[in-house]
């Protein structure tokens, strides 16, 4: 496993995503993918699997510290008011006095940047967060997250070969953040791709697998593949025993020139 060090925090650059797993699969495949070596584990509050991600890991047999556990508070929990007890129902159904990492899920445009990163840094001072974040965050809005002094370590976002996101990762790099990929293996559209695969057939690996590697090979990026099924979770796994070449990293780059953006809800903000 590669692990990213970034301000002092140390997480496996290959995670594990549980948007769209309800209860059963939460646990099941938190439970499996902790059982195959993975040890960065991505839930949120709007992904209702809070209480059986906690239970899979207390399941597990994995001591709690050797797992970098991250939620996001949602949008509708951003206020002043909301925002605290939100994340003390989280860590409740969790069954853990803390979290690794504590994102903003989403910005909300009915409640300043100033507010929520107040909360957010109060949920790190309280120990209900070991390090904070953001998510969907653009350079502009990370503008106004830096300018509150808040000391975040990742933004998440959507990042994957067929969408390009050179603005956003530049900025992060500039400013010693990490890029957190979010639907990266494009939700499995990389799964045909001609490039992925002829790359891939050199190593015996697949158009995921390719995909992965060529995102972990980046310079402070992590990334938190999904599935539902122990056999594509394990093959996500078994990323560590090549590296591709300057060259076919570039070949992968090119891909971006298609800029196809899978998630964009109503209330996402102007993206860069
Ligand atoms: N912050 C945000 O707003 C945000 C938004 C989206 C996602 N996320 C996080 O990022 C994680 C990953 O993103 P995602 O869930 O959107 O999509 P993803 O990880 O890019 O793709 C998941 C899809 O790929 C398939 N898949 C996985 N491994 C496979 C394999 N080896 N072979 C074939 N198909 C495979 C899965 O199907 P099977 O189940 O059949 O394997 C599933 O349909 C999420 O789970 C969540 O934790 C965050």
Redesign the pocket.
């Known amino acids: 496993m590669k692990d990213i060090k970034i301000k002092g925090a140390t997480i496996p650059a290959l995670g594990f995503?549980?948007?769209?797993?309800d209860s059963e699969a939460a646990n099941h495949m938190v439970k499996a993918a902790l059982n195959e070596g993975y040890r960065h584990i991505?839930?949120?509050q709007m992904?209702k699997n809070e209480e059986s991600v906690g239970k899979a890991i207390r399941e597990s047999g994995v001591p709690r510290s050797d797992v970098f556990l991250t939620t996001?508070v949602m949008p509708g929990n951003l206020s002043k008011k909301d925002f605290l007890p939100s994340v003390e129902e989280s860590l409740q159904k969790l069954g853990s006095e803390y979290v690794d990492l504590l994102?903003i899920?989403?910005p909300n445009a009915e409640v300043p940047v100033e507010e929520y990163m107040g909360e957010l840094v109060k949920a790190q001072e309280k120990g209900y967060t070991k390090y904070i974040g953001v998510?969907?965050h653009t350079t502009a809005l990370l503008d106004k997250v830096l300018a509150t002094g808040a000391d975040i370590i990742t933004d998440?976002v959507?990042y994957?070969p067929f969408i390009n996101q050179d603005k956003l990762h530049h900025y992060l790099l500039e400013h010693d953040l990490s890029l957190t990929a979010?639907?990266?293996?494009?939700?499995?559209k990389v799964?045909g791709n001609s490039t992925l695969k002829s790359i891939g057939d050199k190593y015996n690996k697949?158009e995921?697998q390719v995909t992965l590697r060529w995102l972990i090979q980046q310079e402070a990026v992590l990334a938190?593949?999904?599935?539902?099924?122990e056999q594509?979770?394990k093959?996500?796994f078994n990323i560590f025993d090549f590296e591709l070449t300057p060259d076919e990293m570039q070949q992968i780059d090119a891909l971006k020139q298609e800029n196809k953006r899978?998630?964009n809800p109503s209330w996402a903000p102007e993206w860069d």
């Open positions: 995503g549980t948007f769209q797993l991505d839930t949120a992904y996001k994102l899920h989403w998510s969907n998440q959507e994957h979010y639907s990266p293996i494009a939700q499995g799964m697949n995921i938190i593949p999904r599935s539902s099924k594509h979770m093959s996500n899978l998630i």
